[in-house]
């Protein structure tokens, strides 16, 4: 089994920063992307970015410019540097992995969600 294990969210000011961190733990498993999603209250969970193993990134053009992607492979985790932080930033943000390797097989991975509120 595999963990995906998010910190970092928090309440913060409009213009602010924030660093979430995603870390995954368990054995015999190998991960490929790695991802952030964002789900606001009452809407549809939406990508905000993702990163491969050699480090391509793609972002939501909502959050260019002002969020970063970014992985350590050594330590299976990826960060989210969020800046110049917007109310309408305010989600419970997602780490995503969506084709995790384990023996012959892929799976997909979720973690459990951490809540970033942006204050106005």
């Known amino acids: 089994q595999v963990q995906l294990v998010e910190s970092g969210g928090g309440l913060v000011q409009a213009g602010g920063s924030l660093r979430l961190s995603c870390a995954a733990s368990g054995s015999g498993f190998s991960i490929n992307r790695m991802g952030w999603y964002r789900q606001a209250p009452g809407k549809q969970r939406e990508l905000v970015a993702t990163?491969?193993?050699?480090?391509?990134?793609r972002y939501a053009d909502s959050v260019k410019g002002r969020f970063t992607i970014s992985r350590d492979n050594a330590k299976n985790t990826v960060y989210l540097q969020m800046n110049s932080l917007k109310p309408e930033d305010t989600a419970v943000y997602y780490c995503?992995?969506?084709?995790?390797?384990?023996?012959?097989?892929?799976?997909?991975?979720w973690g459990q969600g951490t809540q970033v509120t942006v204050s106005s």
């Open positions: 995503n992995a969506p084709d995790v390797s384990r023996g012959s097989y892929y799976y997909q991975y």
């Open positions: 990163i491969t193993t050699g480090g391509s990134t």
